[in-house]
């Protein structure tokens, strides 16, 4: 019997880890919803991609902030593919500052993407989610680490672990698993943007591996959550970083 779920809706795949997440899904066999916000040109060409290689690929455009935008994302994917089965809630931004610096449009973007964002598509997936979907958010290890200057981000973060753990309860009874990938640094732009060499250089040779993730390592994670060999964890926080933390 091949239980393997075949929709899956990755929010902010048009680069970084969200676009290696998309890939490699497609890889495995799901029909894959390619969201972006703004970036509609590398969304279009990571669909082409998908689909040279052999995959099936949408993409979608919605802010996730939005949750009339979001509400109208999965009706477009009930209506293509009759359902969703997997949501990955990857769309997000970082924006560092101590307390003491951090402004009210610091703290209001990041709630309204990172928490509010993926509260949007939560609920409408856990009105709609097929039985037997899988759900996998991205917190982040900055949960764990606390660095100064990721206060507000951390926070976002620490929210959405909180809510995966409370809906992976809500939803007994439809063999739906809630999970979170919390990455380490990983090399994409959210990561490298603005940051000097050197502090690249230090961060990368935290973990004991002594390297930075790559987007793949973060996909292969999903994956497994997503995948068949995943059907038994629930309601975890799975800690994805080289051991940094
Ligand atoms: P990137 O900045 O490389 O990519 C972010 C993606 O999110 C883009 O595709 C962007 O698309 C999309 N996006 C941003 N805002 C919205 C929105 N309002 N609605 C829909 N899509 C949106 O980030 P990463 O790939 O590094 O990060 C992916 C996730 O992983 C984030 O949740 C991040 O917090 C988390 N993470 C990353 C780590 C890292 O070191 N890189 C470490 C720990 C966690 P567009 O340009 O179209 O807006």
């Not at 919803?33 to 969304?43: I, L």
């Not at 999970?179 to 690249?200: C, E, M, S, W, Y």
């Not at 987007?215 to 292969?220: C, Q, S």
């Not at 994670?221 to 038994?232: E, H, I, M, S, Y």
């Amino acid at each position: 019997m091949n239980t393997t779920p075949r929709t899956a809706l990755v929010t902010g795949a048009s680069r970084g880890i969200g676009a290696a997440i998309a890939r490699r899904l497609a890889a495995d066999g799901f029909t894959v919803v390619v969201n972006y916000a703004g970036a509609a040109d590398e969304a279009d060409s990571l669909v082409a991609q998908i689909e040279q290689a052999g995959g099936r690929a949408v993409a979608a455009q919605a802010d996730v902030s939005d949750p009339a935008a979001v509400a109208r994302m999965f009706d477009g994917a009930q209506a293509a593919f009759g359902g969703v089965d997997v949501l990955v809630n990857n769309a997000g931004i970082m924006r560092l500052a101590t307390l003491a610096e951090s402004d009210d449009a610091l703290f209001d973007s990041q709630i309204a993407i990172n928490l509010k964002g993926t509260f949007n598509t939560l609920r409408e997936a856990s009105r709609r989610l097929r039985d037997g979907g899988r759900i996998v958010n991205l917190s982040s290890s900055v949960v764990g680490l606390t660095p100064p200057t990721y206060a507000v981000y951390a926070a976002t973060k620490a929210a959405v672990e909180s809510m995966t753990q409370i809906l992976s309860k809500e939803l007994r009874g439809r063999n739906i698993t809630v999970n979170a990938v919390a990455p380490g640094p990983t090399a994409t732009r959210l990561f490298l943007d603005g940051k000097p060499q050197d502090v690249i250089d230090r961060l990368a040779k935290q973990a004991p591996l002594e390297r930075l993730g790559q987007p793949e390592d973060i996909a292969a994670t999903v994956a497994f959550l997503a995948g068949p060999d995943g059907a038994w964890i629930n309601g975890q926080v799975l800690r994805a970083n080289g051991g940094i933390v």
